[in-house]
């Protein structure tokens, strides 16, 4: 199973702010990262995929780059909407399709 | 519009069996492979299982491997998640997902339902 290690947990940041966050795969997935971006009570929502390529829908200010075993996500100006829990998940071969176990952005 | 609306939660005592469902609308039902999705409450996300589009390819985590039956009903544009023997820590938040594709096999999920919640619980 390949394990997803994300850092930090948490991120205190103020709007406007850029921000990045990390993400680790325990070996190389090439590109096979997503990105999903989760707020209190909801589902999560696809963000990015392919390591770089932005969901439908998806503000242009959200970027991602990375493959083989180190990716990053990207805000470029941090809106109050973006306070949200993001995942990075796996989908490299084969299952488990595992995920990060998450950085929370917050205020 | 893509729309995944999760039923069948609840309190289940262990050992238990239940039956979750999820109705798909706003695309093409049958040419999507489809997922199941757990969070456990306040934890991360967990990869439960995933069907092919044709229902003939299924895929499980190694915990639910047995108990747990995915499958799928293409005229009623329904998935499913036949849960037994149900443990505390199946416990969880329950989501159906679409996938990007129709394989099951390096996809991601692009749309999720609000989830359905599993309690199992003495």
């Known amino acids: 199973e390949i394990v997803m290690t994300q850092s930090p947990a948490t991120l205190s940041v103020s709007p406007g702010e850029r921000v990045t966050l990390s993400c680790r795969a325990s070996?190389?997935?090439?590109?096979?990262l997503a990105w999903y971006q989760q707020k209190p009570g909801q589902a999560p929502r696809l963000l990015l995929y392919?390591?770089?390529s932005r969901a439908t829908d998806v503000p242009a200010r959200f970027s991602a780059s990375g493959s083989g075993t180190e990716f990053t996500l990207t805000i470029s100006s941090l809106q109050s909407e973006d306070f949200a829990v993001y995942y990075c998940?796996?989908?490299?071969?084969?299952?488990?399709?595992?995920f990060g176990q998450g950085t929370k952005v917050e205020i | 519009e893509v729309q995944l609306l999760e039923s069948g939660g609840g309190l289940v005592q262990p050992g238990g069996s239940l039956r979750l469902s999820c109705a798909a609308s706003?695309?093409?039902?049958?040419?999507?492979?489809m997922t199941w999705i757990r969070q456990a409450p306040g934890k991360g996300l967990e990869w439960v299982s995933g069907?092919?589009?044709?229902?003939?390819?299924?895929y499980y985590v190694d915990s639910v491997a047995g108990r747990f039956t995915i499958s799928r009903d293409n005229s009623e544009n329904r998935l499913y998640l036949q849960m037994n023997s149900l443990r505390a820590e199946d416990s969880a938040i329950y989501y159906c997902a679409k996938n990007s594709g129709t394989i099951a096999l390096r996809e991601v999920f692009d749309s999720w339902g609000q989830g359905t919640l599993i309690t199992v619980s003495s």
């Open positions: 069907l092919s589009a044709g229902g003939d390819a299924t």
């Open positions: 070996q190389s997935i090439s590109t096979k």
């Open positions: 392919g390591a770089s």
């Open positions: 998940q796996q989908y490299d071969n084969r299952p488990p399709w595992t």
């Open positions: 706003g695309f093409t039902f049958s040419t999507y492979a």
